[in-house]
């Protein structure tokens, strides 16, 4: 099986997971994402959300009760014209996307196209790096 096949199975698992009434908003999202950046790479982050790569995390997707959370951990340096981006932490911005008929809005493709320039200008800093965290296997005594 491909690393994209696992990745993809990875991603299903999840969504079904947390909401199964989300999986056809969710799909849609991740279409849009791959139409719109076709050389993404899709991929589980190390807190086991679902992102999309590109010369580093270009967006994510957290699936919750009522809607799902369309990320941009660069978001803060996304020019949002539209309005629709939320958030006020020092990096990440998202939208709140809970049907269909949201994800065709075209504002989304132009936040992913920014996304996308944002990281093909600009080498991804330290603090936005995932920790190394140490395999299961060097925790135990007898690999010390």
């Not at 698992?13 to 947390?18: T, V």
């Not at 959300?49 to 994510?60: D, H, S």
Request: aromatic share 6%; with cysteine.
């Amino acid at each position: 099986m491909a690393v994209e096949t696992k990745v993809a199975a990875a991603v299903d698992a999840y969504i079904s997971k947390q909401n199964p009434k989300l999986k056809l908003v969710a799909d849609a999202l991740r279409a849009l994402i791959r139409k719109t950046v076709p050389n993404s790479r899709e991929a589980i982050n190390p807190w086991g959300i679902p992102v999309f790569e590109w010369n580093g995390p270009l967006c994510y997707l957290r699936v919750g009760n009522h809607h799902i959370t369309f990320g941009f951990p660069r978001g803060a340096s996304i020019l949002d014209a539209s309005g629709v981006l939320e958030g006020t932490g020092r990096n990440m911005r998202h939208v709140k996307v809970r049907e269909l008929s949201d994800v065709r809005n075209a504002n989304l493709k132009q936040l992913i196209l920014q996304a996308k320039e944002i990281n093909k200008g600009e080498p991804l800093g330290p603090a936005m790096r995932p920790k190394k965290r140490k395999s299961i296997y060097q925790l135990l005594p007898s690999h010390k």
